[in-house]
């Protein structure tokens, strides 16, 4: 069967990236992509390799550097008939794109009493461990995703990341997705060739379990689908949820799971105070009160800026250890 | 079109019609934030209004070169804009005061006024903030191939901003048909702007190697006839510009700004308003041309002013938005 060939077809999550922004501009003479770096050296971490040579320097546009400059540009061109991809080359720097996503971006819709709409992604990095020290390692999806009338996305397979990405280009509200850099070609997995997308606001269940819910997001799914892994030999059966988008927040997923397990840990790689995990642990604590055995635990990156030192970097991440520790504890195996 | 005799002999051409309309357009400005005042102190107007009293002829002037598909980007001081883009007062007023016929349903205020059906991307609270849109829309109109021009109006305050560097860059790297208009009202809300200004205005399009014009804002014709050159070469494909356009504010930093002495002199508002009214100094040149009567500038009042009084009435009568209107229009 030809079938099965393209079934197990892998892709590293880069790939899959540049596969959807590919068929989408294919799909789309609207859609475009402008940022630093973006065209003939296919950003930094080369995700976009080949788009300039298929697509030209009229939809592959090389920026200044001027993160709030070419968001803003994006915004107006959005709002007059293009679908802009913004390439914002590390996460650190939406800082400097907050009034154009925040005042702006997510407010015109609102604003002109759904008059004016704002079909714009904003992609991104996440993600330390990478030694690149406080500026260029932080995770700072929260801070989109406290803003009404941003939608942001966070995915953590090639299959997600491909799926979501061209609902995020199709999507006619101000999308922002924040990508692992770590994963682009550590993560391999399987990409349909076909068109697919996927609905924001509904997560994957990316293993099932029974016994603790764990809730991750980007690269701490894998962390959490290892350290589940290896509680299976102390007979801990695990099950990991990915809400795959921060907002819209697929609620009911989690809590489900929660009530069917009692006990939870939501684990993310932005910071713990006031960050992803306290929205979702608020979340499950609210919606599985009366079925939890344990106070919901969270585990962000530590309240710290992200060290250059690898041997304090790694302290501030959860990781499998640290995540299979947490998971013993709440269920009285230590 | 009618030609007529200047007092320096000089023939000229004038289309009579064209100008009556763009002095109707200035006194409705006029007289919609005036009752705009009124409608603040007889406290029946939420929240505050930044009033365009005395750069009339700069929306104007400005608007009149534009068709209706063109856009225009506006700022916190943005009623005039709106309404010399095509705005009709009834639904200004509807938004003003927070009612469901507003451009806006109401959720917009003020300072948000925006209409896709003539081209207005939106009014802007943050200073500078619509620089970014004006250039992107200039952006898609270049990449759309579709001959529209984009306008930035912003006040000399904005010019204090970095994204005005940043697109004015762009704009100029990549030949977008986007212009820039600053209208120099000297003061950055109650500060003069040579306090906050090094060097001059127009130098900062100039760096970029943008065309730049100055023209008195308060002579309609002169914007009108330079703003014409400018989106000529924008449509032409040659680029932005940058227009500044010297005027003044005749209210406050908003209607709740007083008592102003502190920061500026009540002998030059007076001079301003006395002897630089943009009105008066239009009605002037028309007579000087001979071409009206002066009493059809008293006619058009009168009718602008009924416009006013029934559109405030129409606002006034228009309901508030429905409740569970709250949370729809967050997404599209």
């Not at chain 2, 019609?17 to 603040?40: D, S």
């Not at chain 2, 977008?176 to 702007?193: A, D, F, R, S, W």
């Not at chain 2, 943008?210 to 002169?222: K, P």
Request: hydrophobic fraction near 40%; aromatic fraction near 8%; charge should be negative.
């Amino acid at each position: 069967m030809s079938t099965v060939k393209e079934d197990i077809r892998e892709l590293t999550f880069g790939q899959a990236i540049n596969e959807a922004i590919s068929e989408e501009m294919r799909r789309d003479p609207t859609v475009f992509v402008i940022g630093e770096d973006v065209a003939e050296a296919g950003t930094p971490f080369k995700v976009l390799t080949g788009l300039v040579e298929e697509f030209g320097t009229e939809r592959v546009i090389d920026s200044p550097i001027s993160e709030p400059g070419i968001t803003g540009l994006g915004v107006g061109a959005a709002m007059t008939g293009m679908r802009p991809i913004i390439d914002i080359m590390f996460g650190d720097f939406i800082t400097l794109t907050m009034d154009q996503m925040v005042n702006q971006a997510a407010k015109i819709h609102y604003m002109s009493g759904g008059k004016w709409k704002v079909p714009m992604v904003l992609r991104t990095t996440m993600g330390a461990t990478r030694r690149s020290a406080a500026q260029h390692s932080q995770s700072l999806h929260a801070w989109f995703s406290h803003i009404p009338g941003l939608k942001v996305v966070v995915p953590s397979t090639p299959y997600d990341a491909k799926g979501l990405m061209k609902t995020a280009i199709r999507d006619d509200n101000p999308v922002a997705i924040f990508e692992d850099k770590l994963m682009y070609s550590t993560i391999k997995g399987h990409v349909p060739e076909e068109d697919y997308t996927i609905p924001f606001g509904v997560a994957d269940i990316k293993r099932e379990g029974s016994d603790l819910t764990i809730v991750a997001t980007s690269s701490m799914v894998h962390v959490a689908l290892d350290a589940a892994k290896s509680l299976e030999e102390i007979e801990l059966s695990v099950e990991v949820i990915d809400p795959r988008t921060t907002w819209p927040l697929d609620k009911e997923t989690m809590i489900d799971s929660a009530k069917k397990t009692s006990r939870a840990i939501v684990i993310d790689e932005g910071h713990d105070q006031y960050g992803v995990t306290a929205e979702i642990a608020s979340t499950i604590a609210d919606g599985a009160f009366y079925y939890l055995d344990a106070p919901v635990k969270r585990m962000g990156a530590m309240n710290v800026p992200v060290p250059f030192s690898p041997v304090l970097e790694d302290l501030t991440v959860p990781t499998i250890d640290s995540v299979v520790e947490m998971v013993k504890t709440l269920c009285g195996k230590v | 079109m009618t030609n007529k005799k200047k007092s320096n002999g000089k023939q000229e051409r004038i289309d009579i019609e064209f100008w009556l309309e763009a002095y109707e357009q200035m006194v409705k400005i006029r007289e919609f934030e005036e009752k705009v005042n009124e409608l603040y102190l007889s406290a029946k107007m939420p929240g505050l209004s930044h009033l365009y009293n005395g750069q009339e002829a700069i929306a104007v002037g400005v608007c009149q070169t534009l068709n209706i598909d063109d856009y225009i980007t506006s700022t916190h001081r943005g009623h005039g804009h709106c309404l010399a883009k095509g705005a009709t007062v009834d639904r200004m007023f509807a938004e003003l005061l927070g009612k469901v016929d507003g451009y806006c349903r109401g959720k917009g205020g003020s300072m948000h006024i925006a209409d896709p059906d003539t081209g207005n991307l939106g009014a802007n609270a943050i200073v500078g903030g619509s620089a970014g849109i004006a250039t992107g829309a200039a952006f898609s109109a270049k990449q759309l191939g579709n001959g529209r021009v984009a306008v930035c109006f912003f006040g000399e305050g904005a010019l204090a901003q970095g994204l005005f560097y940043e697109t004015m860059n762009m704009a100029q790297l990549w030949k977008l048909p986007v212009i820039y208009v600053c209208e120099n009202n000297m003061y950055n809300e109650y500060t003069h702007y040579s306090e906050s200004t090094a060097g001059e205005l127009v130098d900062r399009a100039k760096a970029f190697d943008i065309h730049t014009e100055i023209v008195d804002g308060q002579n309609v014709q002169e914007v009108y006839e330079v703003t014409k050159k400018l989106v000529k070469r924008a449509r032409n494909g040659d680029g932005p510009s940058f227009l500044q356009a010297d005027t003044y504010r005749y209210y406050g930093h908003h209607v709740g700004d007083i008592n102003r002495a502190y920061y500026r002199p009540k002998k030059e508002e007076e001079d301003w308003k006395n002897n630089r009214d943009p009105l008066t100094l239009m009605e002037n040149w028309l007579l000087e041309l001979g071409v009206v009567d002066k009493k059809i500038f008293a006619e058009i009042n009168k009718e602008v002013i009924k416009e006013i009084e029934a559109g405030a009435e129409f606002a006034i009568d228009s309901p508030y938005p429905d409740l569970d209107e709250v949370d729809q229009h967050v997404y599209s």
